[in-house]
């Protein structure tokens, strides 16, 4: 079981993502905004992170590298999960310091298998 920190200002995303989740095992919080998820992921040292890309404010790009940069929350692997669906995109997300990235809406199997191989179970 891993704690999973969810950044998503949709609650229809969030809900089911939460879902998702919950029942593949993981604990998870969640936070509506990118200045949120910065301050919960700081406050709650989560073991994974999943990063929407737009977001009110702050978008997941700009989180995404402050997370990475900040020596409180780096060795927390972050996951974009976005509709963004570019190379571009992805390209410009892992070199913010994301540690993989994918599309929305994820495959099931593919995510809970991806997020395993970053935490290491």
């Not at 999973?4 to 989740?21: G, H, K, R, W």
């Not at 700009?62 to 571009?88: C, F, M, N, Y």
């Not at 599309?103 to 395993?116: D, F, Q, W, Y």
């Amino acid at each position: 079981m891993a704690r999973i920190l969810l950044i998503e200002d949709s609650p229809t995303e969030t809900a089911v993502m939460v879902q998702l989740l919950e029942r593949n095992g993981h604990q998870v919080s969640t936070a509506g905004s990118a200045e949120d998820g910065i301050s919960t992921c700081k406050r709650e040292k989560p073991d994974l992170v999943l990063m929407d890309v737009i977001l009110p404010g702050m978008n997941g790009f700009q989180a995404t590298r402050a997370l990475s940069r900040d020596s409180e929350t780096s060795h927390i692997p972050v996951v974009i999960v976005s509709t963004k669906g570019l190379e571009t995109d992805r390209v410009w997300g892992m070199r913010q310091g994301a540690k993989d990235y994918i599309t929305k809406p994820p495959r099931e199997s593919e995510l809970v298998a991806r997020i395993n191989a970053l935490i290491g179970h």
